[in-house]
């Protein structure tokens, strides 16, 4: 993986296995220096149409897109607040049972460089996961620093709070629902989506395309095998051993003529 790359998934992992902490010096002069500064943000943020500040790791209403240009407004205690280019003020707000320290909770969603710029960190995914990180979903095969930035951080809520190190990442959608993401070597193996007594295992893209792939493997696997049946009993017919008629039939049998 490239550089750059790496760099972005050191901050966004280390950033997201830090627990609740006290500021240093140093860090306490940096927030009460960010009000009036400009950011932009490194992931996909939903807020909610009603206006007002939200809780992050809700996903409802309108998306605020990745690489959005940003000024921050203030950081205080569990809130964030921000205003986009034409000036409306938008506000993040973090659980405080289950959250992180003020510092990683920024960094977590702002960067001072634009993660979308020409040679930032999203052009160095996928084709396929630039789609699903501008259209803010998810999707089997994605990696997850992918995901991060198509489907923010997973819930830090309740008793099923997710760690990112883990490889079940749980979301929350309102409405009692909630996705889950499953992840084997750091790519997405399996998505649920769920509701009160009620599973629905997601059928997406990259899953559809595995069993046409599959598909298509075993077909030439099929073909490749027959091919050999074909020229064994070839050798047969040049032996001797069968007649030219049987070895016809034969031939039309493997080749399904």
Known sequence: MKK???????VMLISGCASR?????DEKAIINE??????????????????????????KGSVFP????????????????????????????????????????????????????????????TKQDQENIKRGTVDYGMSKEAVLMAYGYPSTQGFSASDIRSNQ?????????????????NIIVKIEDTRPRHARPFKGLRQTAT?????QINTLASIDSNADE???????????????EEYE?????????
């Open 211 to 215: 069993v046409r792939v599959k598909s």
């Open 169 to 185: 990442w749980e979301y929350l959608e309102l409405s009692n629902r909630r996705t889950y993401v499953y992840f084997q070597d």
């Open 21 to 25: 902490r006290a500021l240093t010096v």
């Open 66 to 125: 990745v690489g959005s240009k940003v000024r921050i407004v203030d950081c205080l205690g569990e809130k964030i607040n921000f205003s986009d280019e034409s000036g409306v003020v938008y506000g993040m707000v973090q659980r405080r049972k289950n959250g992180v320290d003020i510092m990683t909770f920024f960094n977590r969603y702002f960067s001072n460089e634009n993660v979308m710029a020409e040679g930032g960190v999203f052009s160095k995914f």
């Open 249 to 257: 039939q034969k031939k039309k049998q493997l080749l399904g003529l």
């Open 34 to 59: 960010l009000p009036g500064q400009t950011y932009y943000t490194q992931t996909n943020i939903w807020f909610s149409d009603l206006g007002g500040p939200r809780y992050n790791d809700y996903h």
């Open 4 to 10: 750059i790359i790496y760099l972005f998934v050191m």
């Open 230 to 244: 074909i020229t064994k009993y070839k050798e047969l017919l040049d032996k001797g051993a069968i007649t030219k």
